[in-house]
């Protein structure tokens, strides 16, 4: 197991395996953003699996809060995007501006945009026309960018996390499914309890006053999330729990199969795309507990937000107020796990 010194100036300081190192960076988070433990959960299960995640929530919930905690408490790059109609493709990923050598001549030179950052907040996603988004999909799936007919790799630790407003629909362009299934996750975060939100008056009131006296904590080094992911890479599932996730992902392709409700309620049913994030979370999860193997209780936890952006339902289901997630958890009541 590797270990890693989080202050490298400071050689007292003892060596701290992956685990450790992830288990404090969660738990910083969770102090900035109080009573999201959940979402900030999920972003880092998808940092840890290198995925992307689509956050949806109302107005103020903290979803750009958790953002920037995580980048704030991680040796990180972090660039903000703020998605609007007016955006143009080039404001995302950069583009090639003209120097010129002040002898008659010069030369173009590739000036890199905010999507070069390892975390990238792409906030309001839906807020800019689909030629800006679509030039998310080159970077969110192969981790490059093509500009001018030349690639450029994007950094080793990279992932977007683009946030979403799910009630204010004028002036917004819903994301096209190619670009929804290339999100490792989809999110949904709620109002905090009232006990919560009398903490988050205090930290804003204690934050606005001139913040705690203590120094910062050293930042998580971006090896220790390497580490980790090699870790997880060794994580093992048996061969009844990959008949598992795929059955989950089945039953969304052929809801015929598992009875009247799921037949009428699903239109459209998972991609490859969906078993596979399974794995990779589940795995995740199961590591983040401490085991070096996956049990149904560790897909069952991840299923919603790996599944929830997948399934298209029926007019049917919409008209009768079915939510996604009531469909999720009706498969998860029918599909059993192999003995």
Known sequence: MGAYRADSDNSARPALPAREAVLDLQTRVNQAVIGQERVVERLIIALLANGNVLIEGLPGLAKTRAIKSLAQNLEADFSRIQFTPDLLPSDVTGGEIYRSDGQGGGTFEFRQGPVFGNLVLADEINRAPAKVQSAL???MEER???????RYKLPDLFMV???ENPIEQEGTYPLPEAQMDRFLMHVH????SDADEVKVLRLVREENAGGSTTAAPPKIPQQAIFDARKEIDRITSTDAIETYMVGLIAATRRPSEYGDKLKQWIAIGASPRGSLALDRTSRVQAWLQGRDYVVP???QAIAHDCLRHRITLSYEATADGIRVDDVIDEIIRQVAVAA
């Open 137 to 139: 999909l080159e970077a």
């Open 144 to 150: 490059q960018v093509t500009v001018a007919g030349k």
């Open 161 to 163: 996390l683009a946030t």
């Open 189 to 192: 975060i709620d109002y905090p």
């Open 297 to 299: 209780e560790d897909v």
